[in-house]
Protein backbone atom coordinates (compact mmCIF):
# COMPACT_ATOMS: atom_id res chain seq x y z
CA UNK A 1 0.00 0.00 0.00
CA UNK A 2 1.91 3.52 -0.66
CA UNK A 3 -0.15 6.52 -0.40
CA UNK A 4 -0.12 9.37 -3.16
CA UNK A 5 -0.50 13.25 -2.53
CA UNK A 6 1.28 14.73 -4.97
CA UNK A 7 -0.93 17.18 -7.29
CA UNK A 8 -1.65 16.63 -10.53
CA UNK A 9 0.74 13.92 -11.09
CA UNK A 10 -0.20 10.56 -12.91
CA UNK A 11 0.60 6.91 -11.80
CA UNK A 12 0.24 3.57 -13.85
CA UNK A 13 -1.62 0.80 -12.15
CA UNK A 14 -3.14 -2.57 -14.56
CA UNK A 15 -6.15 -0.66 -14.39
CA UNK A 16 -4.49 2.26 -16.52
CA UNK A 17 -3.61 5.87 -15.47
CA UNK A 18 -4.66 7.34 -11.87
CA UNK A 19 -4.09 11.24 -11.88
CA UNK A 20 -4.32 12.77 -8.61
CA UNK A 21 -4.76 16.47 -8.12
CA UNK A 22 -4.62 18.02 -4.64
CA UNK A 23 -6.28 15.01 -3.49
CA UNK A 24 -4.30 11.97 -1.47
CA UNK A 25 -5.31 8.69 -3.29
CA UNK A 26 -4.51 5.11 -1.60
CA UNK A 27 -3.40 2.37 -4.33
CA UNK A 28 -3.16 -1.14 -3.37
CA UNK A 29 -0.73 -2.87 -5.67
CA UNK A 30 -1.69 -6.05 -4.27
CA UNK A 31 -5.20 -6.20 -5.07
CA UNK A 32 -5.05 -3.53 -8.39
CA UNK A 33 -7.31 -1.89 -5.92
CA UNK A 34 -7.88 1.95 -5.86
CA UNK A 35 -9.72 4.42 -3.77
CA UNK A 36 -10.28 7.77 -3.23
CA UNK A 37 -11.77 10.06 -0.69
CA UNK A 38 -14.26 11.18 -2.88
CA UNK A 39 -15.30 8.26 -4.39
CA UNK A 40 -18.66 7.24 -5.40
CA UNK A 41 -21.02 5.40 -2.49
CA UNK A 42 -22.47 2.27 -3.34
CA UNK A 43 -25.85 2.87 -4.77
CA UNK A 44 -28.84 0.86 -4.93
CA UNK A 45 -31.47 0.36 -7.21
CA UNK A 46 -31.51 3.52 -9.79
CA UNK A 47 -28.37 4.97 -8.55
CA UNK A 48 -26.69 7.46 -11.07
CA UNK A 49 -23.47 6.34 -12.37
CA UNK A 50 -20.21 8.56 -11.32
CA UNK A 51 -20.08 9.91 -15.02
CA UNK A 52 -23.48 10.38 -14.98
CA UNK A 53 -23.14 12.44 -12.17
CA UNK A 54 -20.24 13.91 -13.67
CA UNK A 55 -22.06 15.03 -16.80
CA UNK A 56 -25.02 15.86 -14.61
CA UNK A 57 -22.82 18.57 -12.82
CA UNK A 58 -21.11 19.72 -16.18
CA UNK A 59 -24.34 20.84 -17.56
CA UNK A 60 -25.71 22.77 -14.46
CA UNK A 61 -21.95 24.63 -14.75
CA UNK A 62 -22.07 25.23 -18.59
CA UNK A 63 -25.66 26.69 -18.12
CA UNK A 64 -24.21 29.00 -15.35
CA UNK A 65 -20.86 30.12 -16.73
CA UNK A 66 -20.45 28.70 -19.82
CA UNK A 67 -17.77 26.62 -21.63
CA UNK A 68 -14.53 29.03 -21.18
CA UNK A 69 -15.37 29.83 -17.17
CA UNK A 70 -16.14 26.25 -16.46
CA UNK A 71 -13.44 24.37 -14.45
CA UNK A 72 -12.66 21.03 -13.81
CA UNK A 73 -12.77 22.04 -10.06
CA UNK A 74 -16.30 23.31 -10.25
CA UNK A 75 -17.57 20.14 -12.14
CA UNK A 76 -15.94 17.88 -9.23
CA UNK A 77 -17.21 20.05 -6.36
CA UNK A 78 -20.95 20.09 -7.78
CA UNK A 79 -21.06 16.35 -8.31
CA UNK A 80 -19.49 15.92 -5.45
CA UNK A 81 -16.04 13.85 -5.84
CA UNK A 82 -12.60 14.85 -5.73
CA UNK A 83 -10.78 15.99 -9.00
CA UNK A 84 -8.62 12.61 -8.98
CA UNK A 85 -12.07 10.40 -8.79
CA UNK A 86 -12.85 12.50 -11.97
CA UNK A 87 -9.62 12.21 -13.67
CA UNK A 88 -10.71 8.91 -13.75
CA UNK A 89 -13.89 8.88 -15.81
CA UNK A 90 -12.20 12.58 -17.64
CA UNK A 91 -9.03 12.98 -18.88
CA UNK A 92 -9.10 16.09 -19.46
CA UNK A 93 -11.64 19.43 -19.89
CA UNK A 94 -12.40 19.29 -23.07
CA UNK A 95 -13.59 15.53 -22.65
CA UNK A 96 -15.87 15.97 -19.84
CA UNK A 97 -17.35 19.16 -21.53
CA UNK A 98 -17.85 17.27 -24.65
CA UNK A 99 -19.26 14.94 -22.98
CA UNK A 100 -21.56 16.93 -21.57
CA UNK A 101 -22.59 18.98 -24.42
CA UNK A 102 -22.97 15.25 -26.96
CA UNK A 103 -25.58 14.52 -23.99
CA UNK A 104 -27.52 18.28 -24.45
CA UNK A 105 -27.19 18.15 -27.89
CA UNK A 106 -28.88 14.57 -28.22
CA UNK A 107 -31.51 15.93 -25.55
CA UNK A 108 -32.27 18.90 -27.61
CA UNK A 109 -33.24 17.04 -30.78
CA UNK A 110 -34.91 14.48 -28.97
CA UNK A 111 -37.23 16.55 -27.49
CA UNK A 112 -37.42 19.19 -30.66
CA UNK A 113 -38.38 15.83 -32.80
CA UNK A 114 -41.05 14.55 -30.23
CA UNK A 115 -42.72 18.46 -29.82
CA UNK A 116 -42.40 18.39 -34.15
CA UNK A 117 -43.96 15.21 -34.43
CA UNK A 118 -46.86 16.11 -31.98
CA UNK A 119 -48.08 18.69 -34.97
CA UNK A 120 -48.95 18.40 -38.48
CA UNK A 121 -48.10 20.51 -41.78
CA UNK A 122 -44.97 22.10 -42.24
CA UNK A 123 -46.14 25.89 -41.17
CA UNK A 124 -47.32 24.25 -37.49
CA UNK A 125 -43.78 22.83 -37.28
CA UNK A 126 -42.00 25.63 -38.46
CA UNK A 127 -44.29 27.48 -35.71
CA UNK A 128 -43.07 25.03 -33.17
CA UNK A 129 -39.71 25.33 -33.86
CA UNK A 130 -39.51 29.08 -33.40
CA UNK A 131 -40.62 28.66 -30.07
CA UNK A 132 -38.64 25.37 -28.74
CA UNK A 133 -35.33 27.73 -30.08
CA UNK A 134 -36.05 30.58 -28.37
CA UNK A 135 -37.41 29.01 -25.08
CA UNK A 136 -33.70 28.07 -24.39
CA UNK A 137 -33.96 28.00 -20.13
CA UNK A 138 -36.92 26.07 -20.45
CA UNK A 139 -36.11 23.31 -23.11
CA UNK A 140 -33.60 20.35 -22.59
CA UNK A 141 -30.57 20.28 -24.30
CA UNK A 142 -31.61 24.02 -25.99
CA UNK A 143 -28.19 25.07 -24.05
CA UNK A 144 -26.05 23.73 -26.74
CA UNK A 145 -27.21 26.42 -29.54
CA UNK A 146 -26.33 29.21 -27.39
CA UNK A 147 -22.85 27.48 -26.33
CA UNK A 148 -22.69 27.08 -30.18
CA UNK A 149 -23.10 31.10 -30.89
CA UNK A 150 -21.41 32.33 -28.32
CA UNK A 151 -18.45 30.34 -27.74
CA UNK A 152 -17.69 28.50 -31.51
CA UNK A 153 -13.81 28.09 -30.61
CA UNK A 154 -14.61 26.47 -27.23
CA UNK A 155 -17.34 24.62 -28.76
CA UNK A 156 -15.38 23.16 -31.70
CA UNK A 157 -12.52 22.57 -28.98
CA UNK A 158 -15.02 20.04 -27.13
CA UNK A 159 -16.83 18.24 -29.57
CA UNK A 160 -14.31 18.20 -32.47
CA UNK A 161 -13.67 19.65 -35.27
CA UNK A 162 -15.69 16.34 -37.18
CA UNK A 163 -18.90 18.08 -35.50
CA UNK A 164 -21.25 19.56 -38.54
CA UNK A 165 -21.82 23.35 -38.57
CA UNK A 166 -24.51 24.89 -36.84
CA UNK A 167 -26.90 25.53 -40.11
CA UNK A 168 -25.92 22.02 -41.96
CA UNK A 169 -27.08 20.13 -38.85
CA UNK A 170 -30.49 22.35 -38.14
CA UNK A 171 -30.95 21.44 -42.16
CA UNK A 172 -30.71 17.32 -41.83
CA UNK A 173 -32.77 18.10 -38.85
CA UNK A 174 -35.43 20.09 -41.06
CA UNK A 175 -35.05 17.36 -44.46
CA UNK A 176 -37.52 14.83 -43.59
CA UNK A 177 -40.36 17.50 -42.21
CA UNK A 178 -39.68 19.44 -45.81
CA UNK A 179 -39.84 15.36 -47.80
CA UNK A 180 -43.44 14.73 -45.49
CA UNK A 181 -44.70 17.76 -46.94
CA UNK A 182 -43.59 17.25 -50.39
CA UNK A 183 -45.38 13.78 -50.09
CA UNK A 184 -48.47 15.78 -48.23
CA UNK A 185 -48.91 18.06 -51.64
CA UNK A 186 -48.58 21.15 -49.12
CA UNK A 187 -45.53 22.51 -51.12
CA UNK A 188 -44.63 21.82 -54.80
CA UNK A 189 -43.23 18.26 -55.74
CA UNK A 190 -40.09 19.60 -57.54
CA UNK A 191 -38.92 21.01 -54.15
CA UNK A 192 -35.17 20.45 -53.61
CA UNK A 193 -35.76 18.88 -49.70
CA UNK A 194 -32.06 19.53 -48.62
CA UNK A 195 -31.86 22.80 -50.18
CA UNK A 196 -35.16 23.78 -49.23
CA UNK A 197 -34.21 22.33 -45.52
CA UNK A 198 -31.25 24.61 -45.26
CA UNK A 199 -33.21 27.72 -46.48
CA UNK A 200 -35.45 26.91 -43.79
CA UNK A 201 -32.95 26.37 -41.14
CA UNK A 202 -31.54 30.10 -41.97
CA UNK A 203 -35.34 31.66 -41.65
CA UNK A 204 -35.52 29.82 -38.26
CA UNK A 205 -32.35 31.30 -37.01
CA UNK A 206 -33.54 34.26 -37.71
CA UNK A 207 -36.95 34.59 -36.43
CA UNK A 208 -35.42 32.57 -33.20
CA UNK A 209 -32.76 35.29 -32.48
CA UNK A 210 -33.64 38.66 -34.25
CA UNK A 211 -36.77 40.14 -33.28
CA UNK A 212 -38.16 42.53 -35.82
CA UNK A 213 -41.67 44.61 -35.87
CA UNK A 214 -44.26 42.47 -37.69
CA UNK A 215 -43.66 38.93 -36.65
CA UNK A 216 -43.95 38.92 -32.79
CA UNK A 217 -41.95 35.67 -32.45
CA UNK A 218 -43.19 34.97 -29.23
CA UNK A 219 -46.84 34.55 -30.47
CA UNK A 220 -47.33 31.21 -31.98
CA UNK A 221 -50.42 32.50 -33.97
CA UNK A 222 -47.92 35.33 -35.16
CA UNK A 223 -45.19 32.85 -35.91
CA UNK A 224 -47.39 30.51 -37.91
CA UNK A 225 -49.50 33.46 -40.30
CA UNK A 226 -45.67 34.27 -40.83
CA UNK A 227 -44.96 30.36 -41.84
CA UNK A 228 -47.75 30.38 -43.94
CA UNK A 229 -47.59 33.31 -45.74
CA UNK A 230 -43.89 33.66 -46.57
CA UNK A 231 -41.96 30.35 -45.94
CA UNK A 232 -44.83 27.55 -47.08
CA UNK A 233 -46.40 29.82 -49.92
CA UNK A 234 -43.03 30.27 -50.88
CA UNK A 235 -42.42 26.94 -51.01
CA UNK A 236 -45.59 25.91 -53.08
CA UNK A 237 -44.32 27.72 -55.74
CA UNK A 238 -42.48 25.81 -58.98
CA UNK A 239 -38.62 26.14 -58.53
CA UNK A 240 -36.74 28.33 -60.48
CA UNK A 241 -34.71 27.29 -62.40
Known amino acids: MCLLDQ ?63 TTVSE ?17 DKAELLGAAIVRLNEAFWTESRTRLDAVTGLDQRIAVGVALARRESETPGALVLKLRQEEPEAFTACVGLGVRGLIPEIAAFWVPYVQAAVDSGEIHPDTDCAEAAEW ?14 QCDLDDHASVLRHARRYIVAGLRAEPAK
Open 75 to 91: VAEVAGVSRGWLYRHFP
Open 200 to 213: IARIMMSLATVPGE
Open 7 to 69: PRAAYITDDGPVICEDKAVSVDTGTESVTDSAAAPAGGPGARSVRDRLIDAAEKCLTAKGIRA
